[in-house]
């Protein structure tokens, strides 16, 4: 599989001399769900926004190819616009035929289950709609390269799952390259194809997990003793991390 993202080596040290990432070489093929996990403040989401072309590395080399979605943790829907036309922002912002826009934007709301929502406003969302709001108007674009920074991270844990189990079906369907960000092993362990381990600032690559478990995955694989022991062969490589 060809990569669509490729760090080889990168660091970046901030004008101030902070030191935020450290050697860091990641890559991200065609089809691959790729998670990073490591203590608070290593560099995880500088890694993104150096992925995304946000901020440039200061050592090292960077290549991505085609184009490259950002999900955050904020949804960051505009309130006065509803879903439909929240979803459809980017594709009107391009200027793209507005029949095909209705084609891309209904094709995508059917597909993270909000076509019946598809004229609400945000503000009758809850959070986890909000989220595969923001998550279907990334998928619009169809873009090679996810971008993951925490995402679920402010919902509760039952609404988390859930979001996982459908992002999963996502990635499944569509095939799409993704960088996760998270703090949760299991997270990581459930979506991914590949897991790293960042160390400390400055962050650096110190450990890698293939995850070999077969898509599609059930639910109740969180709970089978073969996921428990890569994720606390995992949790080893964090507690390493931190020291």
Same mark, same amino acid.
């Given at each position: 599989? &060809?990569?669509?993202?490729? &760090?080889?080596?990168?660091?970046?040290?901030? $004008?101030?001399?902070?030191? @935020?990432?450290? #050697?860091?070489?990641?890559?991200? =093929?065609?089809?691959? +769900?790729? &998670?990073?996990?490591?203590?608070?403040?290593?560099?995880? &989401?500088?890694?993104?926004?150096?992925?995304?072309?946000? !901020? *440039?590395?200061?050592?090292? =080399?960077?290549?991505?190819?085609?184009?490259?979605?950002?999900?955050?943790?904020?949804?960051?829907?505009? $309130?006065?616009?509803?879903?439909?036309?929240?979803? /459809?922002?980017?594709?009107?912002?391009?200027?793209?035929?507005?029949? !095909?826009?209705?084609?891309?934007?209904? @094709?995508?709301?059917?597909?993270?289950?909000?076509?019946?929502? =598809?004229?609400?406003?945000?503000?009758?969302?809850?959070?986890?709609?909000?989220?595969?709001?923001?998550?279907?108007?990334?998928?619009?674009?169809? $873009? #090679?390269?996810?971008?993951?920074?925490?995402?679920?991270? *402010?919902?509760?844990?039952?609404?988390?799952?859930?979001? #996982?189990?459908?992002?999963?079906?996502?990635?499944?369907?569509?095939?799409? /390259?993704?960088? +996760?960000?998270?703090?949760?092993?299991?997270?990581?362990? +459930?979506?991914?194809? %590949?897991?790293?381990?960042?160390?400390? %600032?400055?962050?650096? !690559?110190? /450990?890698?997990? *293939? !995850?070999?478990? $077969?898509?599609?995955?059930?639910?109740?694989?969180?709970?089978?003793?073969?996921?428990?022991?890569?994720?606390?062969?995992?949790? =080893?490589?964090?507690?390493?991390?931190?020291?």
């Amino acid at each position: 599989m &060809s990569a669509v993202f490729t &760090s080889d080596s990168c660091g970046l040290t901030y $004008p101030d001399g902070t030191q @935020a990432l450290l #050697n860091t070489s990641v890559s991200v =093929a065609a089809g691959e +769900f790729v &998670s990073i996990v490591g203590p608070s403040g290593c560099g995880k &989401s500088t890694l993104l926004r150096m992925a995304s072309g946000l !901020i *440039a590395q200061t050592s090292g =080399a960077l290549s991505r190819t085609g184009t490259v979605q950002f999900v955050f943790q904020d949804s960051t829907l505009l $309130p006065w616009r509803t879903v439909r036309k929240n979803v /459809a922002l980017n594709l009107e912002l391009q200027k793209i035929d507005q029949q !095909i826009i209705e084609e891309r934007t209904t @094709a995508v709301l059917d597909l993270v289950g909000l076509l019946d929502s =598809a004229e609400k406003l945000p503000r009758q969302l809850s959070g986890g709609m909000k989220m595969r709001c923001s998550l279907a108007r990334s998928l619009v674009l169809q $873009p #090679n390269l996810f971008l993951f920074d925490e995402p679920f991270a *402010a919902l509760d844990e039952i609404t988390r799952e859930h979001l #996982n189990d459908e992002l999963l079906h996502l990635f499944q369907n569509q095939h799409f /390259a993704s960088l +996760f960000i998270t703090h949760s092993i299991q997270e990581a362990v +459930f979506l991914s194809t %590949r897991v790293l381990v960042m160390s400390a %600032r400055p962050g650096r !690559i110190i /450990a890698e997990h *293939a !995850i070999d478990f $077969p898509y599609p995955r059930h639910p109740d694989i969180r709970y089978q003793s073969d996921f428990a022991e890569i994720c606390g062969k995992i949790s =080893a490589d964090l507690k390493v991390a931190h020291s």
